[in-house]
């Protein structure tokens, strides 16, 4: 196989696993469906973590896109959206030895410390009046050509769960996720009780991750 | 333990996803120490939210993969947690902000203590008032440094409108906060720098801000006895200060909390 763009990691990643074929490859993916990835994303972490940097390329090249796609959904400006995604990246790189899987996959440590990172950047700016509502159905940005077949498959499986909640919820978790928001002004902007929104949020995730079929 | 009168589980979902203030999530992860059902439950939807992570991907630029993979090399990595809290996930990242509180301290410590010097050197001796001065100075940089290493410290910084930079450093738990600025504009001798809580019942007077005493630095200024909705303002006024801000603020921070 060639390695064409956006799939740039595959052939050095494979090299670059190493040990990580020891690992039993049972659980379904939250990002592919296909069984294995987040056991592998876990091993070659464990491989970061003692300073490996072939796996830290692989595990960047795995990893990147969700990071700097979730940076940019929240921040919105391309340029601090890309420095706060730097530092997210340069993150999993300093502490991977502090990853504890007993708390949940490596994709969903990453993707935690990037969705935490992007809020902190704008609460601390707290410029919410400049911010656009967005909606990720119709806004988030990317590019057919050079995106990875599974990359296309997670936002087809992901679209096809987040429209199987009800409107409220999955208003509520959009704006949340993606915009950034608080429960409290997710309240707001819809016009809803706090109480109710968060218990939408919370149904709504518990939903999600029962329609995707993600092991907890 | 029951959140804003609710069932605290109930604050799971939007804390899954980042959507909640500082204060709920300290109350929540205090919650989630003791509750290993709830772990259990973040877990599962953090992994939901790794899917929304996902699906938002965008690919990055070659330019941005060689600039985060130079960063990484050059960079050293943190050594195993010992100890660490089983619900503080994202630990890293706080023992990041935490060694910059670090930095900051001791840059602060090694100003105070250039001071210090340079008075105790002036003075060939130290005398009875200086040893006051000193010990005065050494009970303040306790009550700054007690400050800086609480628990929820956190750290703001913001520009200044006529040049220079404002930080604070905040501990909602304590109600007390660190002021201080560097590079502030010089003013005229009859004007001086006077700083503000700024809350929702008016402006109370925070303190005149001291001189830039080394390296550009305003020495730290401990202020205490804040209220929810307060922000911290800075003006500038006639030497002495006012009872109230008769200008704009050129800098104004929002502590963010409920306190």
Do not use: N
């Amino acid at each position: 196989m060639t390695e064409g763009q956006g799939r740039r990691g595959t052939g050095r990643s494979r090299a670059a696993r190493g040990d990580a074929g020891q690992v039993p490859r049972t659980s379904p993916s939250p990002f592919t469906g296909a069984r294995g990835h987040a056991d592998e994303l876990g091993a070659l972490l464990a491989l970061v973590a003692r300073g490996d940097q072939d796996a830290y390329r692989a595990f960047f090249d795995r990893t990147a896109r969700h990071v700097l796609g979730t940076v940019l959904a929240v921040v919105r400006d391309p340029a601090q959206s890309e420095e706060v995604a730097q530092e997210v990246l340069l993150e999993v790189w300093r502490s991977a030895s502090r990853f504890d899987a007993s708390l949940g996959s490596a994709a969903a440590w990453v993707a935690t410390l990037a969705h935490r990172r992007a809020v902190d950047r704008v609460r601390s700016e707290q410029k919410a009046a400049e911010r656009e509502l967005r909606v990720p159905s119709s806004s988030v940005a990317y590019d057919e050509v050079t995106e990875a077949v599974e990359a296309r498959l997670d936002r087809e499986r992901v679209r096809r769960c987040l429209g199987a909640l009800t409107e409220l919820q999955r208003e509520s978790v959009t704006l949340a996720y993606y915009g950034g928001y608080t429960y409290r002004e997710v309240a707001e902007l819809l016009g809803v009780a706090v109480g109710t929104v968060k218990t939408r949020m919370r149904d709504g995730l518990i939903r999600l991750r029962d329609c995707l079929g993600v092991d907890s | 333990m029951r959140l804003g009168g609710s069932d605290p589980h109930t604050l799971a979902g939007a804390y899954a996803m980042d959507a909640v203030s500082e204060p709920d999530r300290a109350r929540f992860e205090r919650h989630l120490a003791g509750c290993e059902s709830c772990r259990q439950e973040i877990r599962g939807l953090r992994e939901a939210t790794a899917a929304l992570a996902a699906a938002a991907a965008v690919q990055p630029s070659d330019a941005f993969r060689d600039a985060a993979l130079r960063a990484a090399a050059q960079t050293r990595q943190l050594p195993p947690a010992v100890g660490q809290a089983p619900e503080s996930w994202t630990a890293g990242d706080r023992g990041r902000r935490r060694s910059e509180l670090r930095g900051w301290r001791s840059r602060l410590a090694v100003g105070v203590a250039g001071a210090l010097a340079a008075v105790a050197l002036a003075g060939g001796v130290v005398t009875y008032g200086m040893q006051h001065r000193l010990d005065q100075a050494q009970l303040h940089d306790h009550a700054v440094a007690a400050v800086l290493s609480a628990p929820d410290a956190a750290m703001m910084t913001a520009p200044v409108r006529t040049g220079g930079t404002a930080t604070v450093v905040m501990s909602h738990r304590e109600r007390v906060l660190v002021f201080t600025a560097v590079d502030l504009r010089l003013l005229p001798a009859a004007q001086s720098y006077e700083l503000w809580l700024i809350g929702p019942a008016g402006s109370r007077p925070a303190g005149m801000v001291p001189g830039p005493a080394h390296g550009g630095m305003a020495d730290p200024m401990v202020v205490s006895g804040l209220r929810a909705g307060d922000r911290v303002g800075l003006t500038v006024e006639p030497a002495g200060g006012s009872p109230r801000p008769t200008s704009p603020p050129v800098v104004l921070v929002s502590l963010g909390g409920t306190h």
